[in-house]
Nanobody, 126 residues
Framework: QVQLVESGGGLVQAGDSLRLSCAASGRTFSSYAVGWFRQVPGKEREFVAAIGVSGVNTYYVDSVKGRFTISRDNSKNTVYLQMNTLNPEDTAVYYC???????????????????WGQGTQVTVSS
């Protein structure tokens, strides 16, 4: 079992940066791929970024490529999402999620993930 806790959200202005953290419990966290998703009221949860177990493989939705960077520190059981050049369209609740990879893992679908955090609000004002 893995428990995930997000932190680092807040209210910022357009063009600013934030770094989200996803802290995990459990000794086997390094065996899990981790994804970040975001959701605004009335819309489906959207894939943002994901990272493989070693941290070498990363995946991003097109709208954040070049602005967001996902990374992980397995010694700290933590995954980060560095978000630069934020814009109002990035406003959402951000969730991290974890899954043990399989041969069919794509990491971009919310249904692939077993464990979820409670979310952290990111608000970007114009």
């Amino acid at each position: 079992q893995v428990q995930l806790v997000e932190s680092g959200g807040g209210l910022v202005q357009a063009g600013d940066s934030l770094r989200l953290s996803c802290a995990a419990s459990g000794r086997t966290f390094s065996s899990y791929a981790v994804g970040w998703f975001r959701q605004v009221p009335g819309k489906e949860r959207e894939f943002v970024a994901a990272i493989g177990v070693s941290g070498v493989n990363t995946y991003y939705v097109d709208s954040v490529k070049g602005r967001f960077t996902i990374s992980r520190d397995n010694s700290k059981n933590t995954v980060y999402l560095q978000m630069n050049t934020l814009n109002p369209e990035d406003t959402a609740v951000y969730y991290c999620a974890a899954v043990r990879p399989t041969s069919g893992s794509q990491y971009i679908h919310s249904y692939e993930y077993l464990y979820w955090g409670q979310g952290t609000q990111v608000t970007v004002s114009s």
